[in-house]
C-alpha cells in the first residue's frame, strides 16, 4: 500500500545538536510539505517542495533545512539555530496543483534535552 | 492572507449526542476546504474536503459539512457521536495561488463521554 513514512517516531537529542528527520513516500506525489505541532497552535508550515531540486521556505522556517533530491524523500534538518525544537513534526504529501489535499505521515517526535 | 479560525478550542458531548464543530474562514475567492481528524500522537486524516458544487459534502465516518459562503463557514457535523470520534479536529482552506499550500486552524479537540 502506498503512503508516507517518518522515521523515527521518537527522537532525543543534546541541546546544540543538529538532527535530521525522515520522510519518504511511495504515492507519486509531486509535492512534499514539512508541519511543526504544538500545543494550541496548529500546524505551522515550516518547508514544501512542489518539485525535485527546488523548495520554499514556509512560515516558520528559521533554524531548518530541507532537501529534495528525489520525488520520494523530503528530509528535515533542525539545526542547532533552531531556538525551540521540542516539537511534533508532520511530513505530509500531495498531487502538485490538483488541490486534493494531504497525506500525511504518522509524525517524529522530537524531545530536545 | 488566507486564514482559518476554530472558535471552540474543547468540545465535550455525550455518546450518541450530535455534534457541530465550528470554521470560519478568510479568502479572496472561492476556497477549497478541508476537515482533518488527528488521534494522539498521530498524523491527520481527510475526513471531507469541498472544492464546488453542492454545499453539502459527505466524508468518512459518518461526517458532513457544509460550506455557508454568506457566513464564510465550513462547520463540520456528525448526527450520533461515537466514543471513537474523540480526537483532535482541524479545518483548513487552500493557500491559493500557484501552490497546493493549506493553512490550518488551531484545532477543536473534541471529548466524548459514555
Given at each position: 500500500?502506498?503512503?508516507?513514512?517518518?522515521?523515527?517516531?521518537?527522537?532525543?537529542?543534546?541541546?546544540?545538536?543538529?538532527?535530521?528527520?525522515?520522510?519518504?513516500?511511495?504515492?507519486?506525489?509531486?509535492a512534499m510539505y514539512w508541519y511543526r505541532q504544538?500545543?494550541?497552535q496548529g500546524l505551522r508550515l515550516i518547508y514544501y517542495s512542489q518539485?525535485?531540486?527546488?523548495f520554499q521556505k514556509g512560515d516558520i522556517a528559521e533554524g531548518y533545512s530541507v532537501?529534495?533530491?528525489?520525488?520520494?524523500?523530503f528530509?528535515l534538518?533542525?539545526?542547532?539555530?533552531q531556538?525551540?525544537?521540542?516539537?511534533?513534526y508532520l511530513c505530509a504529501?500531495?498531487?502538485?496543483?490538483?488541490?486534493?489535499?494531504y497525506?500525511?505521515?504518522?509524525?517524529?517526535?522530537?524531545?530536545?534535552? | 492572507a488566507?486564514?482559518?479560525?476554530?472558535?471552540?478550542?474543547?468540545?465535550?458531548?455525550?455518546?450518541?449526542?450530535?455534534?457541530?464543530?465550528?470554521?470560519?474562514?478568510?479568502?479572496?475567492?472561492?476556497?477549497?476546504?478541508?476537515?482533518?481528524?488527528?488521534?494522539?500522537?498521530?498524523?491527520?486524516?481527510?475526513?471531507?474536503?469541498?472544492?464546488?458544487?453542492?454545499?453539502?459534502?459527505?466524508?468518512?465516518?459518518?461526517?458532513?459539512?457544509?460550506?455557508?459562503?454568506?457566513?464564510?463557514?465550513?462547520?463540520?457535523?456528525?448526527?450520533?457521536?461515537?466514543?471513537?470520534?474523540?480526537?483532535?479536529?482541524?479545518?483548513?482552506?487552500?493557500a491559493?495561488g500557484?501552490t497546493d499550500k493549506l493553512i490550518f486552524?488551531?484545532?477543536?479537540?473534541?471529548?466524548?463521554?459514555?
Open positions: 500500500d502506498g503512503g508516507i513514512t517518518q522515521s523515527p517516531k521518537y527522537l532525543f537529542r543534546k541541546e546544540g545538536q543538529n538532527v535530521t528527520l525522515s520522510c519518504e513516500q511511495n504515492l507519486n506525489h509531486d504544538d500545543p494550541g518539485i525535485v531540486n527546488d532537501s529534495r533530491e528525489k520525488k520520494e524523500s528530509p534538518t533542525v539545526t542547532s539555530a531556538k525551540n525544537p521540542t516539537a511534533f504529501s500531495s498531487i502538485a496543483f490538483h488541490r486534493s489535499g497525506t500525511f505521515g504518522s509524525g517524529t517526535r522530537l524531545t530536545v534535552v | 488566507q486564514s482559518v479560525t476554530q472558535p471552540d478550542i474543547h468540545i465535550t458531548v455525550s455518546e450518541g449526542a450530535s455534534l457541530e464543530l465550528r470554521c470560519n474562514y478568510s479568502y479572496g475567492a472561492t476556497p477549497y476546504l478541508f476537515w482533518y481528524v488527528q488521534s494522539p500522537g498521530q498524523g491527520l486524516q481527510l475526513l471531507l474536503k469541498y472544492f464546488s458544487g453542492d454545499t453539502l459534502v459527505q466524508g468518512i465516518k459518518g461526517f458532513e459539512a457544509e460550506f455557508k459562503r454568506s457566513q464564510s463557514s465550513f462547520n463540520l457535523r456528525k448526527p450520533s457521536v461515537h466514543w471513537s470520534d474523540a480526537a483532535e479536529y482541524f479545518c483548513a482552506v487552500g491559493g500557484n486552524g488551531t484545532g477543536t479537540r473534541l471529548q466524548v463521554f459514555p
